[in-house]
């Protein structure tokens, strides 16, 4: 099993934080996210890894070369332009029959093992990992003659967290065209592509999840992840 990290974004919406390190590098308590998620993956018992990078792809590599774990590492460059879609094919060559696919900024507490036997046993061309997310308002909705039909006071979600797997083989369904849109767009379109085709499933992990993009979001992140290794140690 090999583990494909996304590291080649800029996470601009952190401002100042990502102008001199790409945000797989910030620190949660003094440790990267990046290496906090490789050393959860390790634990695991899995240690072979594809670093997608890009903006400032050099301080990723260094970063990884200078972790105390026994890990075989790969790197692949699309360059600083490339969307996700386009980063995955271009590691293709990287990997045999499929691969995991997480995003640098996101943790969970994820089994992989087990996601990928109940991907394996499904046949789809890809699996996405989708978790619980409680909407904080009241949806409502209204027929034509603005009459309410429903009112749904804060219901629970279900909401792709940057996790999955994927074939080789799924990108024979798609064109260079989807292959090479902007940022997110490609994986979107590519993901709905399989949808359509019924290729694709859902893992559902209602466990640890955590992700930043935001200086709020990433306060959060440091306080959930906090919590989470309290409590591990505690148990």
């Known amino acids: 099993m090999k583990i494909l990290i996304m590291c080649g974004g800029r996470g601009r919406r952190l401002g100042k934080l990502t102008e001199l390190i790409p945000k797989p590098l910030v620190k949660i308590q003094n440790k990267t996210i990046l290496q906090i998620k490789i050393e959860q993956y390790y634990r695991q018992g899995l240690n072979n890894f594809i670093f997608c990078i890009g903006y400032k792809g050099r301080m990723i590599r260094d970063e990884i070369s200078g972790l105390a774990l026994d890990i075989n590492s790969q790197f692949s460059d699309a360059g600083e332009q490339a969307g996700i879609l386009e980063r995955l094919y271009t590691a293709r060559e990287l990997f045999d029959k499929y691969v995991v696919m997480t995003y640098g ?17 499904s046949g789809n061309e890809a699996t996405i990992v989708a978790a619980p997310i409680q909407n904080p308002f009241g949806l409502v909705e209204f027929d034509q003659d603005k ?33 090479s849109m902007p940022d997110g767009e490609g994986l979107v379109t590519f993901f709905k592509f399989l949808m359509a085709l019924k290729k694709i499933g859902v893992y559902y992990h209602p466990g640890v999840q955590i992700t930043f993009n935001t200086r709020q979001e990433l306060k959060i992140a440091r306080e959930k992840i906090n919590r989470f290794y309290t409590t591990a140690e505690e148990e």
Do not use: C, R, W
């Open 105 to 121: 900024d996101t943790f969970t507490d994820i089994d992989l093992n087990d996601f990928v036997q109940t991907h394996l046993k």
């Open 147 to 179: 009459i309410m039909t429903l009112f749904d006071e804060k219901p629970v979600l279900k909401y792709y967290i940057g996790y999955a797997i994927i074939n080789k083989s799924a990108f024979d369904f798609v064109s260079s065209k989807i292959i």
